[in-house]
């Protein structure tokens, strides 16, 4: 490869005007938030370090087209060349020099926005700014020329708070006096510029035009800039890898992603990179700023970001390798792995399975083709990213945390979980105690795999069966005698089967308010959602489905409910349950009478306690909307049940009048100040029945029906 020209900032505007052409993105440099600040910090400590003791650094490539005016279109580099704009154009400001070189700092543009454009004709002309001042945008926002629209350009905002950014450090360093002049014709800081109309290809640097002569493919930009990066990583084989960008790799994703191959190529390989990055707390804002539909990493910014190159990079290299060699993909696992892989080409990753993704990568790593605990490994990794939620990408980083220490012992796993010693975090603290419990029954009797494993592959249980452990109250199995572990083995394995029978692979395989009244009859199950409380929803809602029901204390109430029924006559023996319930406390009528979970609580089945003798049945989320006071309301379903024509006005708000009517309006039931009152249809009060049977007899009797 011919040598690239070492150019400075100056050097580069002095020689050629710079126009960052309307292909390009926005500059992102300087976008306010954290997503974005300790890229942007961390660079302008480099640039000031290298100002403060003039040691020399070089900024990487920077290439792109020069047209017949003798203008510059960077393909690649316009983020650092418009930081190192606005750096010299703070320095002239600073020294007295801006006015004397206005023509050469016209030589930049930006051609992405006329406001773009503008802003950076403008910029220049500034000479009187404050610079005692604290902040410079506020100076440059009041300016008679600046147009406020101007503020909504991510281009122009991004600039002001970047000149903000290097206007606070320039008060930290201790700067030369003359520095202008040092960067105009010594610079510290230069890079190393490449015009690709004059530069000639050879095989070490992958820098091409399609046959129509467009700009840089996204893929042929990064084989560009991953060379680049390459050359300056010590201990790999940077030959060997970009050979196998081009070939091995590169067959391997158009074998799975014909169309998009390419796509699917930087989609994999970034999700493997924000892996790497998330094994270091300091990379938090980046993180989460790329993961949440921020700036892809570029690797200019790796230089800043706390990571071993070498280190990542042999990660890629053996994970690739091994996807490509297709062993990976013979192994039974409880992950779908080639599901994984899928999701991470398109780049539909969820923490879940980027979590997934790097304990795959992780075992590669470290044991290449030894898959004999491989299936084990993943069966734990399974168990504990589906169990646990992922609100925040610092849960994501602590499980992948888990993962680099946990991979060690992946060979003997069971030893290590069932080790009292072992400190395990990273996941669903309930969930890594039933790991280890289960890790201690396997380990002492081999018997008890069979029934565990089965028991974690249950659709609905995806690894927990922690509820299952807690009913056969089993901890220790070295302090049982042969016939208890025996006897506790086969509970185990009856409460499994009983549990199937109510709860399916995806959704209940009974009655959905069956269920719900027979346990009730056991105790007061509903969870708190909120304000409210939930009778539970089918499904996988992590609030307030039976799912969560199902790791929550009240699942005692299960156990119950389980010992009284059996697999083959589930449905028969719940209604049992209910005939039988002899409950006297607020659950009494929605046991007895199904209307009322049949018709209210809406989709999210939810009631707002208050207390005892004052619920509402919510048909919406709030008491805003529609709701009815429950013992209204069951007198009506009590009506209805036993035949009586009656209806029901609800209303919204908690407050407002709710009632049940009889004999086309002629009488009236409320419950309000927790008391039953009658009214016939001029609203004169005509009874007030102490208690619900005496309600429900008296209303009954207006109806002209006995109960």
């Not at 467009?214 to 970009?242: C, G, M, S």
Request: with cysteine; charged share 25%.
């Amino acid at each position: 490869m011919q040598p690239s020209n070492v150019f400075s900032f100056w050097k580069l505007i002095e020689q050629y005007h710079i126009k960052i052409p309307i292909i390009q993105r926005d500059y992102a440099q300087g976008r306010k938030g954290k997503e974005v600040q300790h890229v942007r910090n961390e660079f302008l400590r480099v640039l000031f370090n290298a100002l403060e003791t003039n040691n020399p650094i070089e900024l990487d490539f920077i290439y792109g087209t020069v047209n017949e005016t003798n203008q510059f279109a960077p393909l690649d580099g316009q983020q650092r060349l418009t930081t190192l704009y606005l750096l010299h154009w703070y320095i002239a400001l600073k020294e007295g020099k801006l006015d004397a070189n206005q023509a050469i700092f016209q030589r930049f543009s930006y051609e992405t926005r006329l406001s773009s454009k503008l802003f950076c004709k403008l910029l220049v002309s500034l000479t009187d700014i404050d610079l005692t001042e604290t902040s410079l945008s506020n100076q440059i926002y009041n300016e008679a020329n600046f147009y406020y629209g101007w503020a909504h350009d991510p281009t122009v905002s991004s600039m002001l708070t970047m000149l903000d950014m290097i206007h606070s450090f320039a008060k930290e360093y201790n700067l030369p006096e003359d520095l202008f002049e040092i960067l105009t014709t010594n610079a510290p800081i230069t890079f190393q510029f490449i015009d690709l109309d004059t530069f000639q290809l050879e095989d070490t640097l992958y820098i091409k035009m399609n046959a129509r002569g467009k700009p840089l493919t996204p893929f042929e930009n990064f084989k560009a800039r991953f060379q680049q990066y390459l050359e300056n990583v010590q201990n790999v084989d940077d030959k060997q890898i970009l050979y196998k960008t081009d070939t091995v790799w590169s067959d391997f994703f158009w074998k799975h992603q014909k169309t998009s191959y390419d796509e699917s190529f930087l989609h994999f390989f970034y999700a493997l990179l924000y892996n790497q990055l998330a094994r270091s707390n300091q990379n938090r804002d980046c993180l989460f700023s790329a993961i949440n539909g921020g700036e892809i990493i570029r690797f200019d910014d790796l230089v800043y970001i706390d990571i071993d190159s070498g280190s990542w990079v042999k990660d890629i290299e053996l994970t690739l390798d091994g996807l490509c060699s297709g062993t990976l993909f013979n192994q039974e696992t409880v992950i779908d792995i080639k599901k994984v892989i899928k999701q991470a080409m398109m780049d539909e990753l969820y923490y879940t399975e980027r979590v997934q993704l790097y304990a795959v990568v992780s075992y590669i790593r470290l044991y290449a083709d030894n898959f004999a605990a491989f299936s084990r490994w993943m069966r734990f990794v399974r168990n504990v990213t589906v169990n646990t939620i992922y609100n925040r990408v610092e849960d994501f980083m602590q499980s992948i945390q888990a993962i680099d220490v946990l991979i060690t012992h992946a060979q003997n796993l069971d030893a290590y979980l069932a080790d009292s010693t072992s400190k395990l975090t990273g996941f669903f603290g309930p969930q890594l105690t039933q790991e280890q419990l289960k890790a201690r029954l396997t380990l002492y009797d081999g018997t008890w795999k069979e029934p565990l494993y089965n028991a974690e592959d249950y659709g609905y249980f995806e690894g927990d069966i922690g509820f299952l452990l807690l009913f056969i109250d089993i901890n220790e199995l070295p302090n049982c005698s042969n016939h208890e572990r025996i006897e506790k083995q086969a509970s185990f394995i009856s409460y499994y089967e009983k549990a199937i029978a109510i709860f399916g692979p995806t959704k209940l395989n009974v009655p959905i308010n069956l269920l719900s009244r027979a346990l009730l009859k056991f105790g007061d199950y509903l969870i708190q959602a909120g304000q409210n409380r939930s009778f539970l929803i089918e499904g996988f809602d992590r609030d307030i489905s039976w799912k969560r029901f199902l790791r929550h204390e009240k699942v005692s109430f299960l156990k119950e409910l389980l010992d009284e029924v059996k697999p083959q006559t589930i449905t028969t023996d719940l209604q049992h349950i209910i005939d039988e319930s002899d409950v006297t406390d607020w659950r009494q009528y929605i046991i007895q009478y199904p209307l009322i979970l049949d018709k209210r609580c809406g989709n999210r089945r939810l009631i707002r306690f208050y207390d005892e003798q004052d619920i509402l049945l919510l048909d919406t989320t709030m008491t805003s909307g529609y709701c009815q006071e429950y013992y209204s309301y069951a007198i009506y379903a009590a009506l209805q049940q036993n035949g009586i024509n009656c209806s029901y006005i609800d209303s919204v708000g908690a407050f407002n009048e709710k009632y049940v009517r009889i004999n086309d309006m002629s009488y009236s039931l409320n419950f309000v100040d927790k008391q039953f009152v009658i009214y016939d249809r001029n609203d004169d009060v005509i009874a007030k029945p102490q208690g619900f049977d005496e309600a429900l007899e008296k209303m009954s009797e207006l109806a002209g029906v006995s109960v």
